[in-house]
């Protein structure tokens, strides 16, 4: 959906390194998630957030932090890159709860 | 663990025959279902939802078909065309409060065939 965007599309570091993935969204909705997608896998949610400054874990946090700077962007960051952390990752954004969610295009991140 | 799953990973139909692909959840609380496509190098599409108080939704070549008494959701694809070729995952969660966020299930590929 270009209502979400995502950056960087791909991205290749290495083992120990710091690296922030970015989202913004222009849909105006308040609620933004962070999925990661692996082979086999289906997607998984990491860390969701319901409004600027509100920060929730989802299933697989460990590894991650996030940040809600303003309504419109949601940042994922790992600290320490290691390479079970090679995945797609999605974020995507809803206006209420039990409502569809709507998806990015996606970052395809490998550490070597 | 996963709450929703797929019962195949791949399926493979005639261009122009109807496919269905089928999806069983365990979570007795899940009360609104969505069936997404992901094209390669994209990100999962929306293409239609059910809530659990409904057994039926139709929409423009797409059927959602739910029965909650056996926790099986379908997605059914009329006269399917090549760019129906994907991945669709079926995903649920529940209103209720608490946790927010999609489970999703594994996928299927459905392949188009000429």
């Known amino acids: 959906d270009a209502d979400v965007t995502q950056t960087p599309r791909n991205r290749i570091t290495k083992t120990g390194k710091r690296i922030m993935l970015e989202c913004s969204q222009t849909?105006?909705?308040?609620?933004m998630y962070w999925y990661r997608q692996d082979p086999g896998l289906g997607l998984r949610l990491i860390y969701y957030s319901f409004d600027v400054k509100d920060i929730n874990k989802g299933e697989i946090s460990d590894g991650y932090s996030v940040s809600r700077q303003a309504q419109a962007k949601f940042s994922l960051s790992l600290e320490s890159a290691i390479p079970n952390q090679t995945a797609l990752y999605f974020c995507?954004?809803?206006?209420?709860?039990?409502?569809?969610?709507?998806f990015g295009p996606g970052t395809r991140l490998t550490v070597l | 663990g996963e709450s929703v799953g797929l019962h195949l990973p791949t399926l493979s139909v005639q261009e122009g025959d109807n496919s269905i692909i089928n999806c069983a959840y365990s979570n007795s609380a899940s009360d609104y279902f969505i069936w997404y496509k992901q094209e390669s190098g994209k990100g999962p599409q929306f293409i239609i939802d059910?809530?659990?108080?409904?057994d039926k939704r139709q929409g423009q070549r797409v059927t959602v078909l739910l029965n909650k008494t056996v926790k099986h959701l379908s997605l059914q694809i009329a006269a399917t065309q090549p760019g129906d070729s994907a991945v669709y995952f079926c995903a649920e969660t529940h209103s209720g409060g608490g946790a927010d966020g999609l489970t999703f299930g594994k996928g299927t590929h459905l392949i188009i065939q000429p």
């Open positions: 995507a954004t809803s206006d209420f709860p039990g409502n569809k969610q709507f």
């Open positions: 059910i809530r659990s108080n409904m």
């Open positions: 849909k105006g909705h308040d609620r």
